[in-house]
Nanobody, 119 residues
Framework: QVQLQESGPNLVKPSQTLSLTCGVP??????????WSWIRQSPGKGLEWIGS???????YFSPSLKSRASISRDTTKNQFTLQLSSMTPEDTAVYYC???????????WGQGTQVTVSS
């Protein structure tokens, strides 16, 4: 079992950049089998996959968010970070980090963190 924990701001102003970090158990990221993903949930859009980063190689993003999203990893610190630029009120959602299996199933999730975009 893998425990994931999101951290970051709960309130972001329009046009600013959201930065969220997901902490994972020590050593969990040193494998090529799993990817590490960000997902969000809102009443208007439901569940939406944002993107993922593997142990090695390129990151992958939802086409609708590719131009605004960035995911970085720090294996030595056992964490990966989402940055989402040009935030608007429509980006208000609960943001989750999750482990993604080779069959694309998101089997382990963090608790989620509410992010509200408002001035």
């Amino acid at each position: 079992q893998v425990q994931l924990q999101e951290s970051g701001p709960n309130l972001v102003k329009p046009s600013q950049t959201l930065s969220l970090t997901c902490g994972v158990p020590s050593g969990s990221m040193t494998t090529t089998y799993y990817h590490w993903s960000w997902i969000r949930q809102s009443p208007g859009k439901g569940l939406e996959w944002i993107g993922s980063v593997p142990y090695r190689g390129n990151t992958y993003f939802s086409p609708s968010l590719k131009s605004r999203a960035s995911i970085s990893r720090d294996t030595t610190k056992n964490q990966f970070t989402l940055q989402l630029s040009s935030m608007t009120p429509e980006d208000t959602a609960v943001y989750y980090c999750a482990r993604e299996r080779a069959d694309y199933a998101l089997d382990i999730w963090g608790q989620g963190t509410q992010v509200t975009v408002s001035s």
